[in-house]
C-alpha cells in the first residue's frame, strides 16, 4: 500500500436489510493515525458501517476499501490486521481472564509462547494482571471492557475499530478506556470509533462524521464542526413553568439561534455574559448557564433532535 | 490449513473445565450399562430362552456404543453451539479474527469427533472386557463411530444456528434422539417393530451404524452391506455441513 492511502475508503457505501436502509450510499475516508468517529443515535447506521468495515458483513452496495483490501474477497487478511471491539462482548465468561487472551491470539495464528508473553503485557497495559486468573463472569462492566480491548490489540492491530467503547459503563470506568485509548492514538495506532457521546468524540477524535438516518450529515474536526454550525457559546435558560415561546429578534441581534426543548430554552450567541442581563429581563428564568457550544449543539443544529434519548 | 485447528483449540480448552467429570462418565457408564442390560436383563433372558443367538451382552454392547455416540455428538452440537451464537458469543469473536465460517464449523466438528474418538474407544475396550467382542473387525467399529458421531452433529449443529430460542432442542431430543435411542435396534431387533414404524427405523442414521456395529463386534460384517452404511452416514454428516453452511452464515454474517 502506497504512503498517502486512505486506510478506509469508502464511496456510495449501502448496507440494506431486507427493505430498511441502514447505510445510505455514504463516503468517507480515514487517514493512517487518525482517530475517526462516527457519531449519532441509535439506528443512524454506525453500527452496520462498523461491521463492514470489520468484514463481517458484506456490502449490499458502493465501495469499501479497507487497508487497500477488498473485504469481499480479502477478509480474512484484512481481520488479521484489524482490532476490533464490538458493542455487546464476546469474552467467555466461564474461562479465566488471562485464558480469553490466550485463544483468541490463537486464532490470529499467534504461537503459544508468543501469546502468553502478550497476554501478560496487555494485562498490564489494562491494569487487569491481578485478575489474570480469576473467571471472566464477576468482573464489573469496566474490566470486561478493558479486557476485550486487551484482546483487540493481541495481533498488533494497524486499524482499531471500537464500537460504542464505554456504552453502560459508570464515569470512571469510561474515563479509564479513554486513557487507555488516548495512549494507543499517541503510539500511532489509527482508531474509528462510533459513540453517541458527545463528549467522547470531542475527547477522542480527530475528526468525525455525524450520521443520521444511514447518512452523512456533517464532517469535519470536533472544533470545525462547532465553529461552523454552532456560536461560540449558549445560554442555557430554565423556567419554573413551560418553556416561553420567543423570537431571536428580542436579542437585537446577539441572538445567532434559540433552540426550545422540553425542559430548557437554548440560546446561541457569541458573548454569553452580555446576553444574561438582557435575558433575565425578557423571560424571568429560573436558572441560567453560559457555557461553551458543544458537538450535542451541532447535533441538535442538523437533525433537530437530542443524540441520548 | 490450520484456521479449523486454530476453532478447535477454543473448544478443547472449554472442555478443559470439565474434564474430569465427563470422562469418568465416559468409564462408569459403559459398566453401569452392560451390567444391568446386559449381565442382569441377559440373566433373566438366558432362563426364558434367548432368541437372539448370541448372550444379550454381546447383542446389546454394540448398540449401547452407537447410542452413546449419537447422545454425545448431538448433546455437544446442541447447546454449545446456540452458546457460541448466543450466549458466550465465542463465534461472533472467532469471525473479527482471521477465521471464516467454515473454519468456525470445521474446528467445531473436529472436536466433537475428538469426543467420540475418545468415548467409543473406551468403551470399546470395556465391551471386549465383558468378553462381548467375537472378532477383531471389531476395531473398524471406532472410525464408525465417528462417522455416526459426525452424521448427528452437522445437522444438529445446524438446527443450533437456525433455531432462534433453546426450546426447539426439547423437540429435537424427545421426538428424534430419544426414540432413536429406544427403537432403533439398540436393545431388540427392528424386525419385531410393527410394518410402518420398522421402516422408519431402517431410514434413521442410528439404525445403520447399530447394526453395522453388532456385525463387526460379532464378526458377522460383510464388504458390500459395511460400505452402505457407511456412505448413508456420510451423507447424513455431508448434507448436515452443508446445511449448517448456510445457517451459521445467515445467523453469524449479516
Same mark, same amino acid.
Given at each position: 500500500m ?9 464511496r456510495d ?8 436502509v441502514? *447505510?445510505?450510499?455514504?463516503d468517507?475516508? &480515514? ?5 475517526f468517529?462516527?457519531? =449519532?443515535?441509535? =439506528? ?8 463492514m ?8 452496495g ?7 483490501l477488498? %473485504?469481499?474477497?480479502?477478509g ?6 484489524? =482490532? &476490533?471491539v ?12 488471562r485464558e480469553?487472551l490466550?485463544i483468541?491470539a ?17 494485562l ?9 486468573k480469576?473467571? &471472566?463472569?464477576?468482573l464489573?462492566?469496566g ?8 484482546r483487540?490489540l &493481541?495481533?498488533?492491530p494497524?486499524?482499531?475499530l471500537l464500537?460504542?467503547?464505554?456504552t453502560g ?7 479509564a ?11 500511532g *495506532?489509527?482508531? *474509528?470509533?462510533?459513540t ?6 470531542e ?7 455525524i450520521?443520521?438516518r ?11 464542526l462547532?465553529?461552523?454550525?454552532s456560536?461560540r457559546?449558549?445560554?442555557e ?6 418553556v416561553?415561546?420567543v ?7 446577539q ?13 446561541y450567541?457569541?458573548d454569553?455574559?452580555?446576553?444574561? %442581563? ?7 428564568p ?11 449543539d451541532?447535533f441538535l ?8 434519548d | 490449513?490450520?484456521y479449523?485447528l486454530?476453532a ?5 480448552r472449554?472442555y ?11 468409564l462408569v457408564?459403559?459398566?453401569?450399562y ?7 436383563? @441377559?440373566?433373566v433372558m438366558?432362563?426364558r430362552g434367548?432368541?437372539?443367538g448370541?448372550?444379550y ?11 452413546t ?10 447447546y ?7 450466549w458466550t458469543?465465542?463465534?461472533?469473536a472467532?469471525?473479527?479474527?482471521p477465521?471464516?465460517i467454515?473454519?468456525?464449523?470445521? @474446528?467445531h466438528?473436529?472436536y466433537?469427533?475428538s469426543r ?6 473406551v468403551?470399546l475396550?470395556?465391551i471386549?472386557?465383558f @468378553?462381548?467382542?467375537?472378532s477383531?473387525e471389531?476395531?473398524?467399529a471406532?472410525?464408525?463411530a465417528?462417522v455416526? #458421531? ?15 430460542r433453546d426450546? #426447539?432442542?426439547?423437540a429435537l ?7 432413536m435411542?429406544?427403537?432403533?435396534g439398540?436393545?431388540?431387533p427392528?424386525t419385531?417393530?410393527?410394518?410402518g ?11 445403520h451404524a ?8 460379532l ?5 458390500w452391506?459395511?460400505? #452402505?452404511?457407511v ?9 448436515g455441513?452443508?446445511?449448517?453452511r ?5 445467523r453469524?454474517?449479516?
Amino acid at each position: 500500500m502506497s504512503a498517502g492511502e486512505a486506510l478506509i475508503h469508502a464511496r456510495d457505501l449501502t448496507k440494506r436489510f431486507g427493505d430498511l436502509v441502514a *447505510v445510505d450510499g455514504i463516503d468517507f475516508d &480515514v487517514q493512517r493515525g487518525e482517530a475517526f468517529g462516527f457519531l =449519532g443515535p441509535n =439506528g443512524a447506521g454506525k453500527s452496520s458501517t462498523m461491521r463492514m468495515i470489520g468484514c463481517v458483513s458484506p456490502i449490499t452496495g458502493g465501495t469499501l476499501r479497507v487497508l487497500g483490501l477488498d %473485504p469481499a474477497r480479502d477478509g480474512p487478511q484484512i481481520r488479521g490486521r484489524l =482490532g &476490533v471491539v464490538p458493542q455487546l462482548d464476546t469474552l467467555d465468561n466461564e474461562l479465566t481472564v488471562r485464558e480469553n487472551l490466550l485463544i483468541y491470539a490463537r486464532y490470529f495464528g499467534i504461537s503459544r509462547r508468543e501469546a502468553r508473553v502478550r497476554a501478560d503485557r496487555l494485562l498490564e497495559f489494562v491494569q487487569l494482571s491481578e485478575r489474570a486468573k480469576d473467571t &471472566v463472569e464477576p468482573l464489573s462492566g469496566g474490566m470486561k471492557r478493558r479486557l476485550t480491548i486487551a484482546r483487540s490489540l &493481541v495481533n498488533d492491530p494497524e486499524l482499531m475499530l471500537l464500537d460504542e467503547p464505554t456504552t453502560g459503563l459508570d464515569p470512571q470506568a469510561r474515563h479509564a478506556v479513554w486513557e487507555r485509548l488516548f495512549r494507543l492514538k499517541r503510539q500511532g *495506532v489509527t482508531l *474509528v470509533l462510533t459513540t453517541h457521546y458527545m463528549d467522547e468524540a470531542e475527547q477522542l477524535c480527530d475528526r468525525l462524521v455525524i450520521m443520521d438516518r444511514g447518512k452523512i450529515a456533517e464532517e469535519g474536526s470536533p472544533l470545525e464542526l462547532i465553529r461552523r454550525l454552532s456560536t461560540r457559546e449558549v445560554v442555557e435558560l430554565r423556567f419554573p413553568g413551560d418553556v416561553p415561546t420567543v423570537e431571536p429578534a428580542v436579542f437585537n441581534g446577539q441572538v445567532a439561534r434559540l433552540e426550545a426543548l422540553p425542559d430548557r430554552l437554548l440560546l446561541y450567541t457569541d458573548d454569553g455574559d452580555a446576553l444574561v %442581563p438582557r435575558a433575565h429581563e425578557a423571560l424571568r428564568p429560573s436558572s441560567v448557564l453560559v457555557r461553551r457550544s458543544t458537538l450535542e449543539d451541532v447535533f441538535l443544529r442538523l437533525t433537530g433532535r437530542t443524540l441520548v434519548d | 490449513m490450520d484456521y479449523p485447528l486454530r476453532a478447535y483449540e477454543y473448544w478443547l480448552r472449554s472442555y478443559r473445565r470439565t474434564w474430569r467429570g465427563s470422562v469418568i462418565s465416559s468409564l462408569v457408564n459403559p459398566v453401569l450399562y452392560l451390567t444391568a442390560l446386559g449381565v442382569g436383563l @441377559g440373566s433373566v433372558m438366558k432362563h426364558r430362552g434367548n432368541a437372539l443367538g448370541v448372550p444379550y451382552v454381546d447383542y446389546v454392547a454394540p448398540g449401547m456404543l452407537a447410542a452413546t455416540c449419537m447422545q454425545i455428538a448431538s448433546f455437544e452440537s446442541a447447546y454449545p453451539v446456540m452458546a457460541a451464537i448466543r450466549w458466550t458469543r465465542q463465534f461472533h469473536a472467532m469471525l473479527s479474527t482471521p477465521l471464516s465460517i467454515r473454519d468456525v464449523i470445521a @474446528g467445531h466438528q473436529l472436536y466433537v469427533a475428538s469426543r467420540i474418538a475418545f468415548v467409543s474407544a473406551v468403551y470399546l475396550a470395556i465391551i471386549a472386557g465383558f @468378553g462381548a467382542v467375537h472378532s477383531p473387525e471389531a476395531l473398524v467399529a471406532w472410525p464408525v463411530a465417528i462417522v455416526l #458421531g459426525l452424521s448427528f452433529s452437522a445437522p444438529v449443529s445446524a438446527m443450533a444456528a437456525w433455531l432462534r430460542r433453546d426450546e #426447539g432442542f426439547n423437540a429435537l431430543f424427545r421426538f428424534g434422539i430419544t426414540p432413536m435411542f429406544l427403537f432403533s435396534g439398540t436393545f431388540f431387533p427392528v424386525t419385531q417393530l410393527p410394518h410402518g414404524f420398522r421402516e422408519i427405523a431402517y431410514a434413521t442414521p442410528l439404525w445403520h451404524a447399530v447394526d453395522l456395529m453388532r456385525h463387526l463386534t460379532l464378526g458377522t460384517a460383510s464388504l458390500w452391506p459395511a460400505i #452402505g452404511h457407511v456412505a448413508y452416514l456420510a451423507a447424513w454428516a455431508v448434507a448436515g455441513l452443508a446445511l449448517a453452511r448456510r445457517t451459521y452464515t445467515n445467523r453469524l454474517v449479516t
